[in-house]
């Protein structure tokens, strides 16, 4: 059963109920000449018509139908009433306004027109009936019945019947209104919801971190993002002053603030952002927070961990720098070679002359031999800035830096207050490589260690294996870096070792670099240096089936 029937069959019953016990209240206690009787019937038949409209409503699925059938006969059970308590003098009349409401509200204007129509089609009906006495004036003590003039009796029609049809579309509109009003404010209510997820899920999944915070700096939000980059949860979080957290300290707070009031978005980059015991660098902007009446109620802090970034920024930045320099040198010490051949060779055919002094011949030699001494220079310049062709080839990488490690040890740089330590496991791991250049930077870095370490310590020389990778970390306990050192430490040139020529890290960086790996540098000053080489591993390490074929192959292709 459609629930508007329902309602209506229930609400009817209890109204019939109602005034049923109230009049036999009234009747056995107050007034006992009431004469009942027609109580008794209208409530009789109401019931009896409850009874249908129950039986029909399991047979008649339309709401519509089922509402008109009820109202229909509730106009009937309404005349009856209206009949027995006096006709045209019944006070009862007003009831038809009751079914015109109800039929309006329940079924719109058509439904309030028709039971308005009903209404006075039977009340007419009963009113000229009456008037005419073809309808006898029941047996009634209660009520004397006044006599009509036809002119009363039309006014009193009109007056009535105006009024059903103005409660019909009065009714009928307010209750349109209504159901219009009722399904806006549904689909408002569905849109908000929508929004609000939308929103919800935007905040969730975006991939910067996001904090809201009162206008008094508390912070009242933050998003899942926002803790993985800060490593919190956010009951450590939200709650407490931002000052608590490493983007302002309380005096850098109060000058974000005055900013923000100018209508400036504030943006910062802190390089030095401690996070979980480490620092990271973290990227943040504050806007302030309005509302969309454009009141401002706090502020939002969007920020994202930059890290990365920067890293794999400053790391171009690098190689690009290191490409120009490399052709730049190349491009010069050419320069210099071929006048430096031109003069060595006419300083050679001079001094085959027979008319030099002694002195003159002394002379043009110091020329042969500088000129010599600087092509090997040059020369050599020239391999560090373009190492040659690379040879790959297979080889025990963990050989390399033991032998290496071995030359080192023997060597003049290493004093008795030096120690090495050595921790190479596996002893043999084979990857594709050039093993000289792989040697050159082994040696380099090595030295470099023993060289940061004037008064003596330990350079520890370890390697790890991880599934794709080969890392060898150089670990001394030296006087370590300044920031600006590290930031320098791979420019060509630049050197604070007495001996230097400041090319060892620049051309271990190229040589790594062709090798399709990496170095990481880790420096304290006063503390030490780790200086991590990781090259990737033999493929076929990864590819054991087809092992020994594709090297060889690759090998003869080259040869
Ligand atoms: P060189 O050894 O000729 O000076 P490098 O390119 O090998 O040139 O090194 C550049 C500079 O980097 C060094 O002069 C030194 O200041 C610094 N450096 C390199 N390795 C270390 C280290 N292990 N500890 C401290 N400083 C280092
Ligand atoms: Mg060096």
Redesign the pocket.
Known sequence: MHPDARNLIAVRVVVVTTLLIGSLIIQYTVAQFLPINYVYVTAGLTYALTLIYIGLAQVIHSRRTILMIQIGGDLVVETFLVYFTGGLDSPFSFLYLVSIITASMLLQRRGGILAASGAVILYGVLGDLMYYNLLPLPEQSWFVPTPWTSSRLYLNMATNFAGFYATALLTSYIAEKLQKTTEELDANRQNLLELQAVNQNVVESIPSGLMTLTQYGTVSFVNPAGCQILQVVPLTVVGHHITELPFFDPAEWSQVRDELKRGAVVRREKGDFPVNAGVRCIGYALTPLRTIEGGSYGYTLIFQDLTEMKKLESELRLKDRMAAVGELSAGIAHEIRNPLAAIAGSVQVLKSSASLSPQEQRLMSIVLKESERLNKSIAEFLRFVRPQERVPAEFDIAGTLAETIDLLANSSEVQANHTLQRDIVPPSFIINGDPDQIRQVFW?LAR??I??MPHGGTLTVRTVVDERQYHILFT?S????SDA?LRA?FTPF????PS???????ISYRIVQDHGGRIDVE?KEGVG?T?TVTLPAAKHSERSGESTKTPRESHVAAV
């Open positions: 380099n470099n260690a060289q940061a001394d030296g006087h370590g870096m050192g430490l630049r050197t604070n070792f230097g020529t400041g090319l060892g890290m620049a420096s240096t200086i």
